[in-house]
Every structure is written in structure tokens, then in C-alpha cells.
Nanobody, 130 residues
């Protein structure tokens, strides 16, 4: 049974930092692309960072480049989202998800809408206070 579980959300002040984790099970972790996404009520879901199975990493939003860093630890079946210099616009529910196809790279394509991802976690809430 495929599962992805996010953790690490919380409330942080503007300018602060937070690291989210996503631990996966039920599949060969190092053979799949993983992604971080976020969703604000009333707005469309948006991609944050993409981690291909072969090591390629891309970020979809100019607003997070230079502030957010994604990484994966295949030995722990876990991906991370390190967020620095947070501002209230980063307040959202953050999700991780697994790519559809095994050993297929999505991160250089149009991945940020999430349609290439099949298994989603329940999300972890990040709130940045002003």
C-alpha cells in the first residue's frame, strides 16, 4: 500500500524557517519522482519543488527560488522542504506526492500542476504570522 506522510508544519513568524518532511512507504522510493506542492483556500494548487528519481531538482515558482530547498534521502525514503525567509504569502497547506511512472523524469516538464502525480499525502499546514 503506497503511502506518503508529511510532517513538520506549524506557525512561524515572518522571516523564520521551517523544514517539512515527507516519508514514503509501499513502493521503491528511489525509482520515483517526488514533488512538493502547496494549496491556499480559493487558489489553485501550485508546485513548489520537484525531485526526479535520477537526481534532477527543479523549482516552479520564482517566489520560492533562493528561499526554499528540496532534497531527498533515499536511505530514509524521505524528501525534505527547507523553507527560509518565510513570509505570510507562504501560508498554505503543503503536500508531497509521488510521480506516476517508475524511473520516469517529470521535473523538466510541466509538473507543477500536479497531474503527473498519483499518490498524495494529507498535507501539513504552514502558517506564517506577520
Amino acid at each position: 500500500q503506497v503511502q506518503v506522510v508529511e510532517s513538520g508544519g506549524g506557525v512561524v513568524e515572518t522571516g523564520g524557517s521551517l523544514t517539512l518532511s515527507c516519508t514514503a512507504s509501499g513502493f521503491t522510493f528511489d525509482a520515483y519522482t517526488m514533488g512538493w506542492f502547496r494549496k491556499v483556500p480559493g487558489k489553485e494548487r501550485e508546485g513548489v519543488g520537484c525531485l526526479d528519481w535520477d537526481g534532477e531538482i527543479t523549482y516552479s515558482e520564482a517566489s520560492v527560488k533562493g528561499r526554499f530547498t528540496v532534497s531527498r534521502d533515499n536511505a530514509k525514503n524521505t524528501i525534505y522542504l527547507q523553507m527560509n525567509s518565510l513570509n505570510p504569502e507562504d501560508t498554505a497547506m503543503y503536500y508531497c506526492a509521488r510521480g506516476l511512472r517508475k524511473r520516469y523524469g517529470y521535473c523538466l516538464g510541466s509538473w507543477s500542476g500536479g497531474r503527473d502525480f498519483l499518490y498524495w499525502g494529507q498535507g501539513t499546514q504552514v502558517t506564517v504570522s506577520s
